[in-house]
């Protein structure tokens, strides 16, 4: 437990200091509204006193006009001063959780490549958007709250001990022992509300995976079984948010109970103190007045611990991605070479997949600048792993790599990345125009250089058939396209980045023969002119590369040109004769 309450602390002085702190003079506004607003409030039951027990008596029509007057001043001060301090708050309140969800954002955006392998979009979808509207529901209502209801609770608890203290104290007697459950039960809220969260996460990635293999399913007719399993998570959902319903609403009859013992204790009191002539008719209805307006706040403010554990159950979870840190960084000292020609060495290299068995295994070649390199062989040999490494998306684990002589450790990773253009058979468009996607990540470039691009990546004319031409919007990661149009896009946008580095990472395994010609054409224009390293499937693709090497097992078992490795007659060689015959391999 108290491990629990040190961790939520932590967290308040977190959001305090990290998110609110920036916003002083805001509050500070704020706060000049709600003091306008407590006062205006109190000036209320403080006026009922006088009411009754002067202008009633006196029958004087000037003292009723005067006091009449003082109470619509004190409703129409107190209007103004609400409309300031909501406006105020819920700008503050907006601001805060805008600059998490940007802070979380180009967090994210900074993280390792392996952070995204290992973490489920789904999961990182529920979190930047259900736990970051839980945060924002906590802010608007716990901020708000606080500030007002605190300071309309002190101004009215004054109005009564002025009146009377000892029907004051009897009052706040009662009160304060409803808030030992409340607090605990703000505990619970806060488990609960946690695994709550962690359902609609997982609810999240399950329709997220369902989403993009909806092909597979409809193949395998899948449609019942994945049915019943959401049907399964919507029912945990579903118990833990009525399970979270009756922990935030335990507060309510504990708080109604209280309050209607304070009340009717005060009343009896107070009235045989009336009866009795103790006490003025005036100050006694000033009291009860001052007394039920305070019961309002008094009733939101043990409600925001809930809505508080809520928004603390969320933080924790949102500040997990903040506090995750990335371990691929530009160095203090980056190297910025201002001219790239593009050699590329690879000295005894080594590389695991976390805990997994080693990817490499004491790799080292050479891909001089201009030249194309191609890496062949079955899959998980370590084709693609030594194109990761590369642009840094993964750091080795021993040995070097080295482009124009200087480690990629020791360039400044924005600069290494401007220097590299990759395509691979997983093309990655975005929802936005042809245009667009073609100049995505891309600077300094006219209209005339992308329809350049495109002719010269075979994409200008079917891009000129589409409805809106290059404004046609492709659709979520190019389903309005075929393959073979997606791959030209992709082209187009690498020809366009004119990088001296080019990694082709089975830029054509995914198209048919016939696609593949084509797109063979436009690669060869990509390839004039940069040093390039491509992994194949189809080893016609790669007889015209200056040297090959042949992996298996994380380690090269040959290497030379297309001739020489025939000539050699070993593993290429018997993979190209499986291919020539029809038998390919799987790679």
Not at 51 to 72: E, G, I, M, R, S
Request: hydrophobic fraction near 45%; proline fraction near 2%; charge should be positive.
């Amino acid at each position: 437990m108290a491990e629990k309450n040190i961790l939520q602390k932590s967290l308040v002085k977190r959001l305090v200091h990290e998110h609110l702190a920036p916003y002083k003079a805001k509050f500070v506004q704020a706060t000049f509204f709600m003091l306008m607003t407590a006062a205006s409030t109190a000036a209320l039951p403080f006026l009922l006193q006088p009411v009754f027990d002067d202008v009633f008596t006196t029958n004087d029509p000037h003292l009723l006009f005067v006091f009449c007057l003082a109470v619509l001043s004190a409703f129409v001060i107190k209007g103004f001063a609400s409309y300031g301090e909501t406006v105020t708050m819920t700008r503050i309140g907006q601001s805060i959780i805008s600059d998490i969800q940007n802070r979380v954002f180009s967090h994210l955006m900074n993280l390792d490549l392996e952070y995204f392998h290992k973490t489920n979009s789904g999961e990182l979808l529920s979190r930047f958007t259900n736990d970051i509207s839980l945060m924002r529901n906590s802010v608007a209502n716990t901020v708000v709250g606080i500030g007002r209801d605190c300071f309309s609770l002190i101004f009215l608890i004054g109005v009564m001990f002025y009146r009377d203290w000892f029907l004051a104290c009897l009052a706040f007697f009662i009160f304060p022992a409803a808030f030992l459950p409340i607090i605990r039960i703000g505990r619970r809220m806060r488990k609960v509300t946690f695994n709550a969260q962690e359902e609609i996460a997982r609810f999240t990635k399950q329709l997220t995976q369902i989403f993009q293999g909806i092909r597979v399913i409809k193949a395998y007719s899948t449609e019942n079984y994945e049915a019943n399993r959401a049907q399964n998570q919507i029912e945990k959902i579903y118990k833990l948010v009525v399970k979270t319903s009756k922990v935030r609403s335990l507060g309510h009859p504990i708080i109604e109970s209280m309050g209607g013992i304070a009340i009717i204790s005060v009343i009896a009191y107070g009235g045989w103190q009336v009866m009795h002539h103790s006490r003025t008719t005036g100050e006694f209805i000033s009291f009860i007045g001052a007394l039920i307006l305070a019961y309002e706040p008094l009733k939101r403010l043990s409600n925001l611990n809930a809505t508080l554990q809520e928004g603390l159950a969320a933080a924790s979870r949102v500040f997990e991605i903040v506090d995750t840190k990335g371990k691929i960084v530009s160095p203090k000292n980056a190297k910025q070479p201002k001219k790239t020609q593009g050699h590329i060495e690879f000295k005894n290299v080594y590389f695991a997949y976390g805990a997994q068995k080693e990817a490499l295994k004491g790799i080292s070649f050479q891909a001089a600048s201009g030249k194309c390199i191609a890496l062949v062989g079955a899959s998980g040999s370590g084709k693609s792993t030594i194109i990761n490494l590369i642009p840094r998306f993964y750091d080795v684990d021993q040995g070097t790599i080295q482009i124009d002589g200087v480690s990629v450790k020791d360039w400044k990773i924005e600069h290494l990345r401007e220097q590299i253009a990759l395509v691979s058979q997983e093309i990655a468009l975005f929802d936005l125009s042809v245009f667009e996607n073609i100049t995505y990540g891309c600077q300094n470039f006219s209209e005339h250089d992308v329809y350049s691009v495109a002719k010269s990546a075979a994409a200008h004319d079917f891009i000129q058939k589409l409805p809106q031409g290059y404004n046609t919007i492709v659709g979520e990661n190019g389903v309005s396209l075929s393959g073979g149009q997606r791959q030209r896009l992709a082209i187009a946008r690498a020809m366009l980045k004119k990088s001296p580095i080019l990694l082709l990472d089975e830029a054509t395994s995914a198209l048919d023969t016939h696609s593949e010609r084509h797109i063979q054409s436009a690669l060869k224009k990509l390839m004039i002119g940069r040093t390039t390293i491509m992994v194949a499937h189809r080893l016609s693709t790669v007889i015209d590369a200056d040297y090959i090497y042949v992996l298996e097992n994380g380690q090269i078992i040959e290497e030379g040109s297309h001739q020489e490795l025939l000539q050699l007659g070993k593993q290429y060689a018997h993979l190209w004769n499986k291919q020539a015959q029809g038998l390919d391999s799987e790679n």
